[in-house]
C-alpha cells in the first residue's frame, strides 16, 4: 500500500505492546492520573500524586454512570473548574437510550477519537491479512445525528457521528482503502429513511467498486437489505433514467446524488435480472457486489438474533465481527478474524485505557450490588483483578479508566476470557448485567432470552416463517409477575403453531430460579404477544426521532417501565396473545 498506512508495521506495534501488557498498563494508568491531577474529582480521594494500581484501587471506588451523572451535567452546563478531567471537555456522547430507556450523556475528547482509530487501524491490519483488499470502496449504512449545543456550549451527538466528523476518521478510511461509497451529505442527511435509500443506491452504481459491506451494527445490515427488498425496482428505475425518486427531498442530497447518478440502463437491466433470479432473496448481498470480500459489523450480544438472515442474503462472503467497545470508549480489536461471529475474541489494547475486571461470582454473592449510595459513602464492595491476572474460562464484569474522565467505571458487560493474545487476555461478549429484572429468584439474561426465542423460533422456521425482531418485558401488574415476549414474525402463523411456540419460550428457560419458581407458581406463566408488521420500525423511528441513528440502533430486548413510549407503542401493535401451559 502506497498510502502511508503500513498493516505490518500496525501488527507489529501490536504484538509489542501486548508481549508486555502489565507494564503498558501500569504506564496508561500512570499517564491518565498525572494528566488530570487538577481534577476535583481525583483530588477528593487524596492520591496525593500516587499512580501506582494498588493506591488507585485502595482509594478510588467503583462506580456506575449513576454515580458520575450529576458531575457529568455540571460540565454539560458549562462548569469553569475541572471536574472528571484537567483538560476541558469539549463535546458530549450521547448513548443510544435503547438499553436503559433513556439517553446517557457521555465525556468525550479526542483522544477517544485516536484510541477509537487505533482499534479500527489494528483490526483492519489482522483483518487485510486473511482478506486482502486493493483499491475499492466501501458499503458503509452509516448516518450521522444531528449535534446540538448543551447548555454549556459543549457540542453533543452520537458516539459515531462525533467519530465521522472528525478528520482522523476520514484520513484513516482513506488510508486504508475503504472510503464510503456514499457522499457526505448522504451519510449527515437530516433523514435516514432517504439516506437508507442513497445508501443503497450508491452501493449499486459503484457495484463493481465494493469490497467491503459494513455498518456498526449487523441490525442496520439486516435492515437495510430488507428495505432493499421493497425498493429494488424503483432504485432500478433511477439507475435507468439517471433521475432520483421523488421519494428524496432533502436539497443537499438531491444535489449530492445528482453528481453520481447518471442514465445507465444496461446496468439497471443486469440490477433487475438479477432479483428477478433469486430465491427468496438467497444470496443478495453476493450477487450485488460480486467483488465484496467480507461484511463487517459488531455481531456478537444483541446483534446474533440477526446473524442467520444476514447470512442469509450474504450467501458465500464471510461475515466478519467488528471490534469491542461502548459509547464509553473502545476495549479490544478482533484479531482473529476467520472465527465466526459467535466465537468471535476480542484483544484488549492496553494502552487505549486502564482495565479492571469483577469476578462475576465475587458479584453474585456479594451483599451489595452497589458501590455508593451517595457520593463519598462507600458501600463494601467486589474486588477487581488487574488485566493481566484474569483467568481463562472466567466470567467477569468489565471496569473501565479512560482519558475521557471515567474512572473505575462498571461498564454493566459480562464476558469471558476465552485465552491470552501474548500477555493480554481475548474476551468473549457473554451479556449485558442486569438488563432482564428479577420477579422472585430468576437470574435470566439477555441471553437466555436469547436462546428462548431461538429455540422456539425453529417451530416457525417448519412453517417457512421467522421472527423479524423480538423484546420483552417483566409485568408485575398482577400477582405472580410473569415474563411477556414480544415477537413480530415475517407472515400469518397458524394458532396451534404459536401456542407451541408460546410454551418452548417458557420451557426453554434453563436458569434454576427461573424453573423453581415457575413449578411452584412463584412466576406466572409465560406470555407471547404477537406484532403486526412493521412495529419494530416504529421502535426505531423512535429512537431515531430522539436523536439515535440507524447505526446506532439496538433493539431493547427488556423494556422497563421507564420506557413508557416504547412500551405503548409495543401494547398498542399487539394482534394476538398466548399464555403458556407448559409448567402445567
Not at 346 to 353: E, M, Q, R, T, W
Not at 392 to 416: F, I, P, Q, S
Request: proline content about 5%; glycine content about 6%; overall charge negative.
Amino acid at each position: 500500500m502506497d498510502t502511508g498506512f503500513d498493516p505490518e508495521q500496525v501488527i507489529e506495534e501490536f504484538e509489542g505492546l501486548t508481549k508486555d501488557a502489565k507494564r503498558i498498563q501500569t504506564e496508561t494508568l500512570k499517564k491518565i492520573l498525572e494528566e488530570n491531577s487538577e481534577a476535583e474529582y481525583l483530588k477528593k480521594w487524596r492520591l496525593d500524586g500516587k499512580t501506582d494500581p494498588e493506591s488507585y484501587s485502595s482509594r478510588v471506588p467503583l462506580v456506575t454512570h449513576k454515580d458520575l451523572e450529576p458531575l457529568i451535567q455540571q460540565i454539560a452546563d458549562g462548569a469553569p473548574y475541572p471536574i472528571l478531567t484537567g483538560k476541558p471537555i469539549t463535546t458530549i456522547t450521547l448513548s443510544s437510550g435503547t438499553t436503559q430507556g433513556k439517553r446517557k450523556f457521555v465525556p468525550f475528547n479526542n483522544e477517544l477519537t485516536e484510541t477509537t482509530m487505533q482499534i479500527y487501524r489494528t483490526s483492519f491490519a489482522f483483518r487485510n491479512r486473511e482478506f486482502p483488499i486493493g483499491n475499492g470502496k466501501s458499503l458503509s449504512f452509516i448516518y450521522g445525528s444531528k449535534q446540538f449545543k448543551t447548555k454549556g456550549g459543549l457540542l453533543a451527538g452520537t458516539a459515531t457521528t462525533n467519530v465521522y466528523r472528525s478528520e482522523q476518521f476520514k484520513k484513516t478510511m482513506k488510508a486504508m482503502q475503504t472510503p464510503c461509497c456514499s457522499p457526505d451529505e448522504v451519510i449527515f442527511g437530516p433523514d435516514f429513511h432517504q439516506s437508507l435509500y442513497c445508501h443503497l443506491l450508491c452501493g449499486v452504481i459503484y457495484r463493481d467498486d465494493i469490497q467491503v459491506i459494513s455498518s456498526t451494527f449487523a441490525h442496520s445490515i439486516v435492515h437495510s437489505f430488507r428495505s432493499f427488498e421493497l425498493v429494488w425496482e424503483e432504485l432500478c428505475s433511477d439507475i435507468k433514467t439517471g433521475t432520483l425518486s421523488s421519494r428524496i427531498t432533502v436539497p443537499s442530497i438531491r444535489t449530492a446524488m445528482a453528481k453520481i447518478l447518471k442514465p445507465n440502463p444496461e446496468l439497471a437491466d443486469k440490477i433487475h435480472e438479477t432479483c428477478l433470479s433469486l430465491t427468496n432473496w438467497y444470496g443478495l448481498i453476493e450477487h450485488l457486489f460480486p467483488n465484496a470480500k467480507y461484511i463487517y459489523g459488531i455481531m456478537t450480544g444483541s446483534m446474533e438474533p440477526y446473524l442467520k438472515k444476514l447470512r442469509h442474503y450474504a450467501g458465500g462472503i464471510p461475515l466478519l465481527s467488528a471490534d469491542y467497545g461502548s459509547s464509553e470508549g473502545w476495549i479490544g480489536a478482533n484479531v482473529n478474524p476467520t472465527r465466526p461471529p459467535e466465537m468471535a475474541t476480542f484483544a484488549v489494547l492496553p494502552n487505549i485505557g486502564y482495565f479492571e475486571f469483577i469476578p462475576l461470582r465475587e458479584i453474585d454473592v456479594a451483599s451489595q450490588d452497589r458501590t455508593l449510595t451517595e457520593f463519598g459513602s462507600l458501600m463494601v464492595e467486589p474486588r477487581p483483578v488487574g488485566l493481566t491476572d484474569v483467568k481463562v474460562d472466567e466470567e467477569y464484569e468489565v471496569v473501565v479508566t479512560n482519558v475521557a474522565g471515567l474512572y473505575r467505571y462498571r461498564l454493566g458487560d459480562v464476558v469471558k476470557v476465552v485465552g491470552f493474545h501474548n500477555s493480554t487476555p481475548e474476551l468473549q461478549f457473554v451479556c449485558r448485567r442486569n438488563l432482564m429484572p428479577t420477579i422472585n429468584i430468576d437470574k435470566n439474561t439477555e441471553k437466555d432470552l436469547q436462546l428462548s426465542v431461538e429455540a422456539a423460533a425453529k417451530l416457525l422456521a417448519a412453517e417457512k416463517l421467522e421472527v423479524v425482531d423480538f423484546t420483552s418485558q417483566v409485568d408485575l401488574s398482577s400477582e405472580p409477575g410473569h415474563y411477556v415476549i414480544y415477537w413480530e414474525v415475517s407472515g400469518e402463523a397458524r394458532e396451534e403453531v404459536l401456542k407451541e411456540c408460546c410454551n418452548c419460550l417458557d420451557s426453554a428457560f434453563v436458569d434454576a430460579g427461573y424453573v423453581s419458581s415457575r413449578k411452584v407458581h412463584a412466576i406466572g406463566p409465560l406470555e407471547l404477544r404477537v406484532l403486526k408488521r412493521g412495529t419494530f420500525q416504529k421502535i426505531l423511528d423512535h429512537y431515531v426521532g430522539l436523536g439515535s441513528t440507524l447505526n446506532q440502533f439496538k433493539t431493547p430486548r427488556c423494556v422497563g417501565p421507564t420506557n413508557q413510549i416504547v412500551l405503548q407503542i409495543l401494547v398498542n401493535n399487539v394482534v394476538e396473545s398466548y399464555v403458556s401451559t407448559a409448567f402445567g
